[in-house]
């Protein structure tokens, strides 16, 4: 064999030793790929297997420890953490009329592991009457309803007046410098509903604001002020039963199993009475966006928990039954009905946001 013609077989020979890594360098990286590829979609079905829930879940209250809202939340707890299979840890947030407890809830991810017992205060008109509440109610679902609480008129125990018809024709007197109502802040639910009885009757009613229900009703029992509306619950039950304060009218078509005595205002001769029909409802709730997987699941511990046994005595210390089980459609119905009203509401009275 010639020189020439050794180099050329050499040349060849490295020729398809370069091909031969090349082609091994590939399938290398194409089983690297693959690997890689394998790994993520493991991961994936590993986290998508993972049963809901893995960890404890958190109850938001937007109100202190001992209100009504905390003792509803607590009923909750027991049978909710046994169907569940996780502990439910209730964590008190209160502050800016909700809306720092409603914040916390929607600072967090959209995975059902952060719920909070919602009503109309915290979860609609915060961020209609509150400018430090930088959500939208569309923000929220209504998971499951608990309760509704019917609004009662209650009064300063001298006050001459003994219905919410007496009391709005005494503010339509001429001359009258009004009677003054206290709200438990400006934007509640009892503020505005208070204002919007105001501006429909004509009558001159006068907000006193307070920071809390708590030294509104000593203002009550002090007669500092004249009238309130609230629901029934909580100190008001022994502050009417003691007379220290007289409830006049209940905001409902019927009376009260509590106050039986009390005339519902459905009764009077008032024009705008159905107009005046109010209660406070409370919820579980939870932010937006959840996999309808999980929220289906939240919703059956949520309606065990409020049909249990629990749930039945916190309830009756105020006389009202737990709310029917709906479907989460229906929920969500009747939450969009409510914030068009207080959103109406609201526009209506002109109330500025503080």
Same mark, same amino acid.
């Given at each position: 064999?010639?020189?020439?013609?050794?180099?050329?077989?050499?040349?060849?020979?490295?020729?398809?030793?370069?091909?031969?890594?090349?082609?091994?360098?590939?399938?290398?990286i194409?089983?690297?790929?693959?690997?890689?590829?394998?790994?993520?979609?493991?991961?994936?079905?590993?986290?998508?297997?993972?049963?809901?829930?893995?960890?404890?879940?958190?109850?938001l209250?937007?109100?202190?420890?001992?209100?009504?809202?905390?003792?509803?939340?607590?009923?909750?707890?027991?049978?909710?953490?046994?169907?569940?299979?996780?502990?439910?840890?209730?964590?008190?947030?209160?502050?800016?009329? !909700? =809306?720092?407890?409603?914040?916390?809830? &929607?600072?967090?991810? @959209?995975?059902g592991? /952060?719920?909070i017992?919602?009503?109309? *205060?915290?979860?609609?008109?915060?961020?209609?009457?509150?400018?430090?509440?930088?959500?939208?109610?569309?923000?929220?679902?209504?998971?499951?309803?608990i309760?509704?609480?019917p609004?009662?008129?209650?009064?300063?125990?001298?006050?001459?007046?003994?219905?919410?018809e007496e009391?709005?024709?005494?503010?339509?007197?001429?001359?009258?410098?009004?009677?003054?109502?206290?709200?438990?802040?400006?934007?509640?639910?009892?503020?505005?509903i208070?204002?919007?009885?105001?501006?429909?009757?004509?009558?001159?009613?006068?907000?006193?604001?307070?920071? !809390? =229900?708590?030294?509104?009703?000593q203002? &009550?029992?002090?007669? @500092?002020?004249?009238? /309130?509306?609230?629901?029934?619950?909580? *100190?008001?039950?022994?502050?009417?039963?003691?007379?220290?304060?007289?409830?006049?009218?209940?905001?409902?078509?019927?009376?009260?199993?509590?106050?039986?005595?009390?005339?519902a205002?459905?009764?009077?001769?008032?024009?705008?009475?159905?107009?005046?029909?109010?209660?406070?409802?409370?919820?579980?709730?939870t932010?937006?966006?959840?996999?309808?997987?999980?929220?289906?699941?939240?919703?059956?511990?949520?309606?065990?928990?409020?049909?249990?046994?629990?749930?039945?005595?916190?309830?009756?210390?105020?006389?009202?039954?737990?709310?029917?089980?709906?479907?989460?459609?229906?929920?969500?119905?009747?939450?969009?009905?409510?914030?068009?009203?207080f959103?109406?509401?609201?526009?209506?009275?002109?109330?500025?946001?503080?």
């Amino acid at each position: 064999m010639t020189k020439r013609m050794m180099l050329d077989a050499s040349a060849q020979t490295r020729r398809r030793v370069g091909e031969t890594i090349a082609r091994l360098r590939k399938k290398m990286i194409c089983l690297a790929a693959s690997a890689v590829a394998l790994s993520a979609i493991g991961t994936h079905a590993t986290a998508a297997e993972q049963p809901f829930p893995s960890k404890p879940i958190t109850m938001l209250v937007a109100f202190p420890p001992g209100g009504p809202a905390d003792v509803l939340a607590r009923a909750l707890q027991p049978t909710m953490s046994k169907v569940l299979g996780q502990t439910v840890i209730v964590e008190n947030v209160p502050g800016a009329g !909700g =809306a720092l407890a409603a914040r916390r809830l &929607l600072n967090q991810p @959209a995975d059902g592991y /952060t719920l909070i017992l919602g009503s109309p *205060n915290e979860a609609i008109l915060a961020p209609l009457t509150n400018t430090a509440a930088t959500y939208k109610p569309e923000d929220m679902v209504l998971l499951a309803p608990i309760s509704n609480h019917p609004l009662v008129v209650m009064a300063r125990s001298d006050l001459p007046y003994h219905s919410l018809e007496e009391i709005i024709a005494a503010g339509k007197r001429t001359g009258s410098n009004g009677l003054t109502f206290g709200s438990p802040g400006h934007g509640s639910m009892y503020h505005i509903i208070s204002e919007y009885i105001a501006q429909t009757t004509g009558a001159q009613l006068v907000q006193v604001p307070y920071k !809390g =229900a708590t030294p509104m009703m000593q203002d &009550l029992v002090g007669r @500092a002020i004249d009238f /309130t509306i609230l629901p029934n619950i909580g *100190n008001s039950i022994q502050l009417i039963e003691t007379g220290k304060i007289k409830a006049v009218n209940v905001l409902d078509r019927q009376r009260m199993p509590t106050l039986p005595d009390v005339p519902a205002i459905s009764e009077s001769n008032i024009p705008q009475k159905q107009e005046m029909v109010h209660s406070v409802w409370t919820g579980v709730m939870t932010k937006a966006g959840i996999p309808e997987d999980r929220v289906r699941i939240l919703l059956d511990a949520a309606n065990q928990a409020i049909h249990g046994p629990e749930m039945g005595q916190a309830l009756a210390l105020s006389g009202t039954q737990p709310s029917p089980s709906q479907s989460l459609e229906a929920s969500a119905s009747f939450y969009a009905s409510e914030i068009a009203k207080f959103k109406n509401m609201t526009q209506s009275i002109a109330l500025s946001p503080q």
